[in-house]
């Protein structure tokens, strides 16, 4: 479990090197506000399309390690190579700059939806642990924060130390990445090839138990399909024509059903054909689903909703850096604010996830106490120049994103199939 909590103090920790500093870099670079919202924008369609690509290949072929490291390393190259280098002058060099910025936020943007996803799966959804190890994670962010916050490094004035700062903390990042252990899930591409061997293993083992006469009775061929034998065959010609009509099974080892059966099948509902059960109640990893269906209808609605309110987020993850340096005036010390925010959230953690595991609360209640502290924290940076003020503002984080996220991490964990677990979880991250 120690591993555990490692890798989500360097994963929050590395992540905490660009996140307050992504619209800082851009005006270092000389841009207005408009050209900086245009490179921001495409960095977020990079960030919704790369971690759902990469959440599906999780989810596929279970290489939760290999795909990691090479996000995370794509990440700093492009980051560095976005700080030492200039190419071109006018619209050429803002293309530059734009593709290799969105490169490397897409890229960081993998790491949070793929360390969820592990932990969900690991942990089978129990949230209580679950808050735990994240509250750890968000210790790493607030302390790098507050380390660069009181040393003055990286300055927010270069963006070589802002990349620097970034190499450093990535190696240990990849030191944590290589102490966890395996990843339960082991993918579908691995699953269906072992479910095979493991077929045909026991076919081979029941003919080889059986005698010469009932092995050949028995026989199976290479496509599943049984073979009948000739005893069999004169059986069925010796049985009435109902009961050999009730009895015939097709070339591909499927029962023909009667008129009768087909009957029942025509009185059932559509919607009781088609529609998959999940279990509220009961997280979908022990669930055994007949469907292939991977998500219920509720967490399409859920993601809906929240797009909306991850739009609201991404003015304050994106922009906030800015206002902090350039309307507050708070200089290198802002990075002491962005980590009193995320301290606060520490709480909401541990408190949301024990409380949502006792069924105390639940997913709708805490939405709705995000949302509400949302709404208070953007009036506050509408209306409020003071200091004082914003730092209290910046508390309202434990809800605006602790709560949401057991909320939501919780939700999804009892909502979606286990083996498309990355999936939604990058979705939910984008």
């Known amino acids: 479990m120690t591993s555990y909590y490692l890798y989500a103090f360097f994963t929050e920790a590395y992540y905490a090197t660009i996140s307050p500093y992504a619209q800082i870099i851009l005006r270092n670079k000389g841009y207005s506000q408009t050209v900086v919202g245009l490179i921001i924008a495409a960095s977020q369609i990079a960030g919704f399309f790369m971690p759902l690509e990469n959440g599906d290949r999780i989810d596929y072929s279970g290489r939760f390690k290999t795909r990691v490291f090479v996000f995370s390393f794509l990440f700093i190259f492009s980051l560095i190579i976005f700080t030492n280098t200039f190419v071109g002058t006018g619209i050429w060099r803002i293309l530059y700059h734009m593709f290799f910025f969105s490169l490397a936020m897409?890229?960081?943007?993998?790491?949070?939806?793929?360390?969820?996803?592990?932990?969900?799966?690991?942990?089978?959804?129990?949230?209580?642990?679950?808050g735990r190890?994240?509250?750890?994670?968000?210790?790493?962010?607030?302390?790098?924060?507050?380390?660069?916050?009181?040393?003055g490094f990286p300055r927010e004035t270069s963006n070589r130390e802002i990349a620097l700062n970034s190499a450093v903390t990535g190696v240990?990042?990849?030191?944590?990445?290589?102490?966890?252990?395996?990843?339960?899930?082991?993918?579908?591409?691995?699953?269906?090839?072992?479910?095979?061997?493991?077929?045909?293993s026991v076919a081979c083992a029941e003919n080889e138990t059986l005698p010469s006469g009932e092995a050949e009775a028995h026989a199976t061929s290479a496509y599943g399909t049984e073979i009948s034998s000739s005893e069999d065959e004169t059986e069925n010609e010796t049985l009435p024509s109902g009961e050999a009509e009730a009895?015939?099974?097709?070339?591909?080892?499927t029962e023909i059903s009667s008129p009768q059966d087909e009957v029942e099948n025509e009185a059932l509902p559509l919607d009781e054909?088609?529609?998959?059960?999940?279990?509220?109640e009961t997280p979908a990893f022990g669930a055994d689903h007949a469907r292939k269906a991977w998500a219920t209808r509720p967490f399409v609605v859920f993601m809906a909703i929240f797009t909306i309110y991850r739009l609201a987020m991404s003015i304050v993850e994106m922009m906030l850096g800015?206002?902090?340096t350039e309307t507050l005036h708070l200089g290198g010390s802002f990075t002491i604010y962005v980590a009193l925010a995320s301290f606060s959230e520490i709480f909401a953690l541990?408190?949301?996830g024990r409380r949502i595991r006792e069924g105390r609360t639940n997913t709708l209640r805490l939405m709705l106490l995000s949302c509400a502290a949302m709404t208070i924290r953007f009036l506050i940076y509408a209306f409020s120049r003071?200091?004082?003020?914003?730092?209290i503002a910046q508390c309202l984080h434990a809800f605006t994103f602790g709560c949401a996220h057991i909320a939501a991490t919780n939700f999804i964990s009892r909502s979606v199939r286990p083996e498309n677990l990355s999936k939604a979880t990058a979705m939910y991250w984008a």
């Open 350 to 352: 541990l408190i949301a």
């Open 386 to 391: 003071s200091v004082v003020v914003f730092a």
């Open 172 to 200: 240990l990042f990849w030191i944590s990445l290589l102490l966890l252990p395996a990843f339960e899930w082991k993918g579908k591409a691995r699953r269906e090839k072992e479910q095979a061997g493991t077929d045909m």
């Open 322 to 324: 800015s206002y902090m």
């Open 247 to 253: 009895h015939a099974t097709s070339a591909y080892g």
């Open 273 to 280: 054909e088609e529609t998959p059960f999940f279990e509220e």
């Open 106 to 130: 897409g890229s960081i943007a993998t790491l949070n939806p793929s360390m969820d996803a592990y932990m969900m799966a690991n942990l089978r959804g129990d949230s209580a642990t679950y």
């Open 133 to 151: 190890i994240r509250s750890v994670g968000t210790m790493g962010y607030v302390s790098l924060l507050v380390f660069s916050g009181v040393v």
